[in-house]
């Protein structure tokens, strides 16, 4: 059993900050890639930022020099800082990890998801 907790949602005025972590716990032998999605009203979940566990990036066009993924890979926790934030930035951000159990099984699990809002 694998939990994914996350935190840092809000609500913020346009060109505001935050920082969302999500912490992965329970019972994982490895994690490779680490990620944030998110997604709007009425919208498909897309791709925000991931991070592999050599601390390779890679980040969706709208976000690019506003947001930076990062992870702390003895806590098991995936960080996304969001700067400059835009009202369009407004969703729910799911993380995501991607594993594999002691016996070589590659596994994907979300956590529960936390609303981002941004509005004047």
């Known amino acids: 059993q694998v939990q994914l907790v996350e935190a840092g949602g809000g609500m913020v005025q346009p060109g505001g900050s935050l920082r969302l972590s999500c912490a992965a716990s329970?019972?994982?032998?490895?994690?490779?890639?680490m990620g944030w999605y998110r997604q709007a009203p009425g919208k498909q979940r897309d791709l925000v930022a991931t991070i592999t566990s050599a601390g390779r990036t890679n980040y969706a066009d709208s976000v690019k020099g506003r947001f930076t993924i990062s992870r702390d890979n003895a806590k098991n926790t995936v960080y996304l800082q969001m700067n400059s934030l835009k009202p369009e930035d407004t969703a729910v951000y799911y993380c995501n990890i991607d594993r594999k159990s002691d016996n070589g099984v590659r596994y994907i699990n979300w956590g529960q998801g936390t609303q981002v809002t941004v509005s004047s």
């Open positions: 329970g019972s994982i032998f490895s994690i490779n890639a």
